[in-house]
């Protein structure tokens, strides 16, 4: 799970890492009250699960309270990369010295969490990464071991930091974020600028900071946190249902079971000429209804012109599957091609279901090479 | 011979009481699998099925030399069985359970290193070796007898590429699906040794997924330390970056992780990448007849 900029903040003041004062503002006259709380010159923010926000006018300065009003009255309601933007951060305006970048992240290739620090922060990392390498220092941690100050130290020697009170503060800085990094079952902590003041002070400017799923169970107060509001509208409806839904551009609705044969079925549409719809995956058990919630979401896209089930039975019963297709077809009306392939556990119980409802728009196929084939034909 | 699961396996079935657990734990004795024991903390004493259940897996293993666990208990519990099966001695642990936290796997991947313990998963559908013995949830029924290694990162996806080899008239050595976590305690590299080195395996079919670099890593080693040929199948093409596509471990992150990526990476090692998993089966078909 993606957490706003504000919200990682929250999270990185309460393992200690110095941030800036700020407020969340929904409307412009909160974001007034906001600046004329906070003291001018003021950085109004605007809170998107998405990058690019400064190059699209998502963030602009104020340096008075009305000033705040107007920047947050153009940002609000904003279109960033597909993203509303439904609320601002109102932040004390920082001097900056200096931009260094900071980051903690999930190797999975070495399946240890991964140190990155460069003094060259402020830009899109992986230009750094590209561009001059040697300025990017990366330091992995021994999970069974965990992060010490030796850590620390050695970002900011290997990095070059060169002043004393920079050092001391930035070491102290990494530790933090590696107890945010476990102590929230984090999958990224991103600090980028790490900014220095004019006096010295080293703080988080931006924060990007992403949760592991699987561990929200344990971590009620972060999964809290998630906007519901936010997500693709069919693909919040989705998350309610228990389905595994991604929205994509065409036309096939494609459901399947298991995230593999689903993603492989999605790949076979596009190679025999389709478009598909989305990725819906019914997931392991997928009981008759569960596939009447999965085409409850499938069907409110309008973009969609038909629908190909592609059900290989393990754990999931076909007959299961077919009882759920012919019960939401006539629930819901559905009127356009259904193209339907069932293997494995009870498929023969599920085609002859099927053949004997006699619906006029549902057709069966033998492969799944067939049955994308034929879906992509009647989706025309 | 086959890999991982044979004749010579003694399973011990962690969870064997809930529904899952019973469920599967029999399916797999009733094709062949030697299950000795079943372990659920306060249940020690009772049979499922005639097979005898034990508190804890230690005395599972004092009482019935069991060698292999099959973890069924639910995410919040998964970790602690696998540390609870590695103390007791178990040498083979094979995780079923999804949604076990990532962190908690970079603990028990470090944890394992050294110890002579083979982990595969979580979230896994588990290793079949057909005629032999089956551990986890794959539908055996779809598979028979051969010489075909299978190794995957999904469960449904190997069913059906299983399904395209039994249609030519191909067969399994052993199915091994590795899960689709973002760590999982083996990757291909690990599985592809083994079936490098086990006589029953004449080929092997490497079925990837976008996210991470276990495809590109494998990639090299297939070049370097490998004699026999490998086919492989990566799904994902279509997927868009940055949206998970079901697995945890299955995200476009920035440029890395792409199926196009992984399919270039294996065919400058000289690897053959179907483009659908029918063209996949064909082309292990094509190597087998020579």
Redesign the interface.
């Known amino acids: 799970m993606d957490l706003y900029e504000y919200q990682g903040k929250e999270l990185f003041r309460r393992y200690g890492i110095p941030t800036s004062e700020g407020r969340l503002a929904t409307t412009p006259a909160e974001a007034r009250a906001a600046a004329e709380e906070l003291g001018v010159p003021v950085v109004v923010k605007a809170q998107v699960l998405t990058g690019g926000r400064g190059k699209a006018g998502g963030i602009k300065l104020a340096e008075s309270a009305p000033e705040a009003e107007a920047r947050a009255a153009e940002i609000l309601g904003m279109d960033i990369r597909g993203h509303t933007v439904t609320k601002v951060w109102i932040e004390r305006a920082s001097d900056i010295e200096r931009e260094y970048y900071l980051s903690l992240t ?1 190797d ?2 070495a ?3 991964l140190f990155m620090f460069t003094t060259q922060g402020g830009v899109d990392i ?1 230009e750094v990464a590209a561009t001059s390498p040697d300025a990017l220092v990366r330091l992995h941690v ?3 071991e965990g992060c010490h100050p030796w850590h620390g130290r050695k970002l900011v020697y290997d990095g070059r930091v060169a002043d004393s009170g920079e050092q001391k503060q930035i070491a102290a800085i990494v530790g933090k974020l590696y107890e945010a990094f ?1 102590g929230c ?1 984090a ?1 990224l902590c991103e600090i980028n600028p790490l900014i220095v003041t004019p006096d010295g002070e080293v703080r988080a400017l931006d924060s990007k900071f992403t949760v ?4 929200l ?2 971590h009620a107060d972060i999964a809290e946190m998630r906007d519901v509001g936010a997500a693709d509208p069919l693909e919040a409806l989705a998350r309610e249902k228990g389905v ?1 839904y ?1 929205k ?1 551009d065409g036309e096939v609705g494609v459901l ?9 079925t ?3 549409v ?2 025999v000429g389709g478009s ?1 719809a989305n ?1 819906c ?1 019914l997931g ?1 058990g997928g009981d008759a209804q569960g596939v009447v919630d999965a085409l409850e979401v499938i069907i409110r896209d309008p973009q969609v012109r038909a629908i190909f089930f592609n059900i ?5 019963r076909c007959d299961e599957v077919a009882r759920g297709i012919l019960q939401a077809v006539e629930q819901m009306g559905i009127a356009y091609p259904i193209v339907v392939r069932l ?3 009870n498929a023969e119980d599920g085609r002859r279901i099927l053949t004997e409802a006699a619906l006029p728009n549902l057709h069966a196929e033998a ?3 067939d049955g994308a084939r034929r879906a992509v034909e009647l989706a025309v | 011979m086959a890999i991982l699961v044979d004749t010579s396996t003694r399973l011990v079935v962690q969870g064997l009481t809930g529904s899952e657990g019973r469920f599967h734990g029999l399916r797999n004795r009733s094709h062949g699998t030697n299950v000795v024991a079943g372990v659920t903390p306060g249940k020690g004493g009772q049979d499922v099925d005639g097979i005898p259940v034990f508190d804890t897996v230690a005395s599972a293993v004092s009482e019935t030399d069991a060698d292999t666990a099959m973890v069924f208990v639910p995410a919040p519990f998964a970790a602690d069985a696998m540390y609870e099966a590695i103390a007791a001695g178990i040498t083979t642990v094979v995780c079923i359970t999804e949604g076990v936290p990532a962190h908690e796997m970079l603990r028990i991947h470090a944890h394992i290193q050294g110890r002579g313990v083979t982990l595969i998963g979580p979230n896994c559908p588990g290793a079949l070796s057909p005629g032999k013995a089956n551990v986890g949830i794959i539908p055996a029924e779809i598979f028979r007898e051969g010489s075909i290694g299978l190794v995957s990162r999904s469960g449904t996806l190997t069913y059906q590429i299983g399904h395209e080899l039994t249609q030519l008239g191909l067969g399994n050595s052993t199915i091994v699906g590795i899960g689709g976590d973002p760590i999982v305690g083996s990757s291909f590299l690990e599985v592809l040794a083994l079936f490098e080195a086990d006589p029953q395996t004449q080929q092997v079919v490497m079925v990837g997924e976008i996210g991470g670099d276990e495809e590109e890593k494998a990639a090299v080693f297939i070049q370097s330390g490998m004699t026999k040929p490998v086919v492989a199948y990566i799904a994902g093409f279509t997927a868009p970056p940055g949206k998970t596509m079901g697995h945890a471990g299955a995200i476009i992150s920035g440029s890395a992780g792409t199926a196009q990526a992984k399919k270039e990476a294996l065919e400058t090692k000289g690897i053959r990448v179907g483009t659908t998993p029918t063209e996949t089966a064909q082309l292990v078909a094509e190597i087998a007849a020579g």
């Open positions: 999930f999975r290739s399946k240890k969490p992986e021994d999970p069974l476990v079952e999958m592991d799923d699987n561990a169970f344990r595994t991604v994509l399947g079971n298991g995230a593999g044969l689903t993603m492989s999605v790949d076979v596009t190679f598909p990725f995956d392991g290989f039975g393990g754990i999931t293997d494995g556990t492969t799944m090479l």
